[in-house]
């Protein structure tokens, strides 16, 4: 009795043992990956305090941490986050709508149409955004659709191009293996085509939402009385530099945080597809 007491206690220590090496080896992970992180912060909070720079220019972090904490207790940043994550949303879902299908229609196989057409597409994606943003308040007027209206104009050609490479490289091999199978129609699109493209589509709807949200930053700082850019430029105008800075911080953020969601839903609706090999 007393020695299967003794291997049920070793076995319980083991597994604790065992739990915290798993912990101690995240910790240390977190730590080899963010190690660069901390020097930089640490760097940046004493540089200013010793006076190796100035302080009127460059803020430390715990100075930009307290005035972002004022910003968010006064509701001011959560104001201008809404009404930019707004403006990018919308400038991004219409660009999806229009990208995706038209993505499907030039890389389905019309090829007169996507002869015609496709000058045309490169020459109009060739075109810096900046430029046009002139044109688009001259036609929009310096609302809210002017800047809802670039957004959509900037996601517009990432989405459509990679969507039009993903079904151009869809394996003909996988649709004549369906055919034979029986799968026509609406089925083979949804099962098949879809499916192969899904990877390449996903690739563009990341890099627009991306591209959307910085340069809306950049439209906001242009014409516009409310959102993160707005707010950056209105620092800069009046010299708040502990605000110019947590501004910059969240904006930072904030696509970071985008980038994230999309590599998790990456991962999650895309699971399927096979992994290069690691070696």
């Given at each position: 009795?007393?020695?299967?007491?003794?291997?049920?206690?070793?076995?319980?220590?083991?597994?604790?043992l065992?739990?915290?090496?798993?912990?101690?080896?995240?910790?240390?992970?977190?730590?080899?990956?963010?190690?660069?992180?901390?020097?930089?912060?640490?760097?940046?909070?004493?540089?200013?305090?010793?006076?190796?720079?100035?302080?009127?220019?460059?803020?430390?972090p715990?100075?930009?941490?307290?005035?972002?904490w004022?910003?968010?207790?006064t509701?001011?940043?959560?104001?201008?986050?809404e009404?930019?994550?707004?403006?990018?949303?919308?400038?991004?879902?219409?660009?999806?709508?229009?990208?995706?299908p038209?993505?499907?229609?030039?890389?389905?196989?019309?090829?007169?149409?996507?002869?015609?057409?496709?000058?045309?597409?490169?020459?109009?994606?060739?075109?810096?955004?900046?430029?046009?943003?002139?044109?688009?308040?001259?036609?929009?007027?310096?609302g809210?659709?002017?800047?809802?209206?670039?957004?959509f104009w900037?996601?517009?050609?990432?989405?459509?191009l990679?969507?039009?490479t993903?079904v151009?490289?869809?394996d003909?091999?996988?649709?004549?293996?369906?055919?034979?199978?029986?799968?026509t129609?609406?089925?083979?699109?949804?099962?098949?085509?879809?499916?192969?493209a899904?990877?390449?589509?996903?690739?563009?709807?990341?890099?627009?939402?991306?591209t959307a949200?910085?340069?809306?930053?950049?439209?906001?700082?242009?014409?516009?009385?409310?959102?993160?850019?707005?707010?950056v430029?209105?620092a800069?105008?009046?010299?708040?530099?502990?605000?110019l800075?947590?501004t910059?911080?969240?904006?930072?953020?904030l696509?970071?945080?985008?980038?994230?969601?999309?590599?998790?839903?990456?991962?999650?609706?895309l699971s399927w597809?096979?992994?290069?090999?690691?070696?």
């Open positions: 009795m007393e020695i299967v007491l003794d291997k049920v206690t070793a076995s319980g220590n083991e597994k604790k065992n739990i915290f090496r798993k912990v101690l080896n995240r910790v240390l992970n977190i730590l080899h990956n963010g190690i660069s992180i901390i020097i930089f912060l640490v760097l940046w909070e004493i540089a200013p305090r010793a006076g190796w720079v100035p302080e009127t220019f460059i803020t430390p715990s100075l930009v941490l307290s005035t972002l004022d910003l968010l207790i509701g001011v940043l959560t104001k201008h986050i009404t930019s994550m707004f403006r990018a949303v919308v400038g991004f879902i219409l660009a999806a709508i229009v990208g995706v038209l993505g499907f229609f030039l890389g389905g196989g019309f090829k007169l149409f996507e002869r015609i057409v496709t000058p045309v597409l490169r020459l109009l994606n060739a075109v810096n955004p900046f430029s046009l943003f002139p044109v688009f308040i001259l036609l929009f007027g310096i809210e659709i002017s800047k809802v209206a670039m957004i900037v996601c517009l050609w990432p989405i459509m990679n969507t039009t993903g151009k490289n869809v003909s091999l996988l649709i004549k293996s369906a055919r034979s199978m029986g799968v129609g609406k089925e083979l699109f949804f099962k098949v085509v879809l499916l192969a899904l990877p390449s589509i996903f690739h563009g709807l990341k890099t627009s939402c991306a949200f910085f340069m809306l930053i950049a439209a906001e700082m242009i014409g516009a009385s409310s959102g993160l850019g707005w707010l430029f209105n800069q105008t009046n010299y708040q530099i502990p605000k800075f947590a910059t911080v969240t904006i930072s953020i696509g970071l945080s985008l980038n994230y969601l999309f590599t998790v839903l990456e991962g999650r609706l597809q096979e992994r290069p090999a690691e070696y």
